[in-house]
């Protein structure tokens, strides 16, 4: 640890597994004096990565929150006041529905030096590692990413059924229901497939497909939970070879399209 001002660095950790991290996080952690952490973040082999840290688990457990946002805050600022290098480890991308900017915001209302890591997104790896490309020539030519954290408004649902493309939702589990059902509401098809991809790049990665008009049913049978990311649209089909279970999962549900 140095004297004077220590500084932060927000890495994005990507979607868990270890060979998705980058040089530049795993090069951070090396540096660390204090790594703070996420419950999504790979966290497993961080006593090795990180092998000069203190190592703070500030993880939220959905619905539970051990360490407010706020004090995740003072925590970073506080280590690097004392001199520390602070590695904030985020999952995924550290700006994608990770309140980095907050983070980066504080640090720079405290005067702390901060720098940035982007990461691997869930957004496009979770449903990458069941064999979902999120675009696909003559089949998606975009995709948009949203947040389920909170219900999405009318006007949000009309422009996303009437905008096409592939639509991935983030902490989407418990607002399905609202999704489904309001998309349908503003015309999108009742058999538009739907991939539900759950804690992607583990030993429990469990995915499920279905319908736009299913999908609540058949979420429910399955006994989905977060964290689990969601894809809705035709690029679904095309889950192959590669990703055995999706393939699996969607020969048996009659949607998977052979040599896509
Ligand atoms: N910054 C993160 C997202 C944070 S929001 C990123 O870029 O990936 C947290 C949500 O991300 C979860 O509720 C879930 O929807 C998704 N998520 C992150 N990692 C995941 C994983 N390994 N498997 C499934 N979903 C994941």
Redesign the pocket.
């Known amino acids: 640890m140095s004297a004077g001002v220590g500084r932060v660095t927000l890495v994005g950790g990507g979607?868990?597994a270890e060979h998705l991290m980058t040089v530049g996080a795993l090069r951070a952690l090396a540096d660390a004096d204090v790594v703070l952490y996420d419950r999504?973040a790979p966290h497993e082999r961080l006593a090795e990565l990180a092998p000069r840290a203190t190592l703070i688990n500030v993880g939220k457990l959905p619905g539970h929150h051990p360490i407010s946002q706020r004090g995740i805050e003072l925590l970073m600022v506080d280590h690097a006041r004392a001199g520390a290098h602070v590695v904030r480890l985020?999952?995924?991308?550290?700006y994608?529905?990770?309140r980095g900017s907050e983070e980066v915001i504080a640090c720079r209302e405290a005067g702390i030096p901060v720098e940035v890591i982007p990461?691997v997104?869930?957004?496009i790896s979770?449903p990458a590692s069941a064999g979902i490309p999120l675009t696909h020539r003559g089949v998606s030519r975009l995709f948009t990413v949203v947040s389920g954290h909170a219900p999405l408004s009318e006007e949000e649902l009309e422009h996303l059924a009437g905008l096409g493309g592939t639509l991935v939702v983030?902490?989407?589990v418990s607002s399905l229901p609202h999704l489904a059902a309001g998309l349908q509401r503003h015309g999108a098809a009742g058999d538009l497939p739907v991939a539900i991809?759950?804690?992607?790049?583990?030993r429990q990665q469990k995915t499920t497909v279905s319908s736009l008009a299913d999908v609540v049913t058949d979420a429910t049978l399955a006994g989905v939970s977060?964290?689990?990311?969601l894809v809705v649209g035709e690029v679904v089909r095309l889950a192959h070879a590669g990703a055995q279970d999706a393939a699996e999962v969607m020969r048996s549900a009659e949607l998977l399209v052979e040599n896509a």
């Open positions: 979607p868990g999504l985020k999952g995924g991308d550290p994608v529905f990770g990461g997104t869930s957004a979770v983030l902490m989407g991809i759950e804690r992607g790049y583990s977060a964290p689990a990311v």
